[in-house]
């Protein structure tokens, strides 16, 4: 099915104005968090985590482009149901980050596809295209000094993590600067799975 997106904002108008760098996370419930922190904790790093949860996409954008994405973002969202995650076990990337593995990346693949419509609207405004991971994670440090990034892959190579948690919603966050925290602007809810006696 192809679709198209109109906006009455000109793009003259459009392009005038400052690009933020958006980002549409997973973020795991609380019982989950805690056992991440206190995985963080027995790491020892200090660093905490890049992003504030498993990244499913980023984009850039014009703040006046907003009240269109976020349309679009709830219309997309609202066709997918809630389904459940697994953190199963430890990796490193070359950047020195350490991160917790997700198995169940078939079902991200496919919530991914579905913003097709959202990277062909930040195109037709003269925006970079929309990245989608090939492989989702979940950050648990931000880069590390190599000495210290040795020392926490070790430990957490040492150790098991395990933890599984129902995704019923995704987050968009704003940031201005790659440095800055993310502002969440909007949550979106998925579809409540099937019930089954």
Known sequence: ????????????????????NYQLVIRPDAAT?????RLQDQLATGAMP?????VLASFQAREAMEPTLLRWLQRIMSMHRSFQLSLQGFGALSSRILYLRVPEQQVLQQLGASLQVIDQYIRSCDCPP???????????TGPLPESLFELATTKGLAQSFQARFAVNELVL?????EQEKGKQVQVFGLAPEPYHN
Do not use: K, N
């Open 1 to 20: 099915m192809h679709t198209t997106i109109t906006t009455p904002l000109s793009a003259t108008s459009i392009t005038l104005c400052p690009m933020f």
């Open 173 to 177: 966050l704003r940031r201005q600067y």
């Open 50 to 54: 890049a992003v504030d949860g498993l």
């Open 33 to 37: 968090l805690q056992g991440i922190q």
């Open 130 to 140: 929309l990245q989608r991971s090939s492989h989702s994670y979940l950050p648990l």
